[in-house]
């Protein structure tokens, strides 16, 4: 089964999309992971959109990215320059799967504050036997591979 979630995001924002249940034996895997900016070929933009398995508000919002970080699950960069009708959009994500809620965090580099962009996350939603839903909740917990 796919479950999708969708939204609106802005500069320094972090939302939560909640996952975990009761017995944690449902996990997640990402299928899908997209931007979309609100106003489309509108004015300079550069995103940096990233999933992380843990909430980022202590360690702060940041527009970079380093995959040696455990907790970061996937990480999209959106760019749109008018002046040379260009736009670039550049999706990273793990199949890592994971069974408790999970973080969306938005840097906007060119105007902070002023723009927003869209996501859309496609999960595949996984059957987990006791041993897996501990293992993952362990890892979700440590943010670690």
């Known amino acids: 089964m796919i479950k999708t979630f969708r939204g609106l995001i802005g500069h320094d924002v972090e939302d939560t999309i909640r996952l975990s249940t009761n017995n944690g034996l449902t996990g997640y895997r990402i299928v899908k992971f997209q931007l979309m900016p609100k ?16 909430s ?40 890592e799967i994971f069974n408790q809620d999970i973080y969306i965090t938005c ?22 036997d006791l041993s897996e839903a501990t293992v993952a909740t362990l890892k979700d917990m440590r943010g670690s591979n």
């Open 39 to 54: 106003q489309p070929a509108v004015d300079n933009m550069a995103f940096v959109v990233k999933l992380y398995k843990r």
């Open 107 to 128: 840097w906007e580099h060119h105007q902070p504050g002023d723009e927003y962009i869209n996501f859309y996350i496609e999960l595949e939603q996984v059957s987990l």
């Open 56 to 95: 980022q508000i202590t360690a702060g919002i940041d527009g970079v990215v380093d995959f040696d970080d455990g907790g970061l699950l996937a990480a999209g960069y959106y760019e749109h320059e008018p002046s040379s009708y260009s736009d670039e959009s550049v999706i990273i994500s793990d199949r």
